[in-house]
């Protein structure tokens, strides 16, 4: 069975730059979530979906970012412009159900460079 | 502060022998969780535990649940090399109804040498 598949695994750009992050969640799971992992803050939870609409964006840094999710298979989360301090690894996850009973399932990250 | 911390940040162990890893939080849950994770790549679920279980096992895996001293304890008997990578507590929101949000400690970094 498919994962949760994330695009691209790398990405390097330089101060300025916009950058989309794609997520593509299990087939049939309901929710989303987007983390971002970084050492000094650990994993943080930016925003999640319960079938395709945004529940709780509190964790988005600034409004430099923004996440979409236009229906259930796809998802995208997009800085711009970006800032050196985005530098991080970021998770897309899903679930089966909009309950705290459901495991998440996580994707292998984009690993996010600015320079 | 962080809901969710892990006590050791790093714990380091010779095959064979078990692992114990504490996570502490701060307020009331419903569930909590553990995953894994190996270098460069994502969360992995192992177990889940509710907050009227006290213990529960899955494989090599024993989960404990305090809820007085709002604390857990994730247990790896006959550990492996294969063990070795980051192990996380996530809780959930509880009664303040946060949904299916959770909160995810600060991990514990495992080592399991040959």
Known sequence: DAGVIQSPRHEVTEMGQEVTLRCKPISGHNSLFWYRQTMM??????????????????????????????????????????????????????????????????????????? | SQQGEEDPQALSIQEGENATMNCSYKTSINNLQWYRQNSGRGLVHLILIRSNEREKHSGRLRVTLDTSKKSSSLLIT????????????????????GGNKLTFGTGTQLKVEL
């Open chain 1, 41 to 115: 803050r650990g994993l943080e939870l930016l925003i999640y979906f319960n079938n395709n609409v945004p529940i709780d964006d509190s964790g988005m840094p600034e409004d430099r970012f923004s996440a979409k999710m236009p229906n259930a298979s796809f998802s995208t989360l997009k800085i711009q412009p970006s800032e050196p301090r985005d530098s991080a690894v970021y998770f897309c996850a899903s679930s089966l159900a909009p309950n705290s009973r459901q495991p998440q399932h996580f994707g292998d990250g984009t690993r996010l460079s600015i320079l």
């Open chain 2, 78 to 97: 006959a550990s492996r090399a294969a063990d070795t990578a980051s192990y996380f507590c996530a809780t959930d929101a509880g009664l303040t109804g």
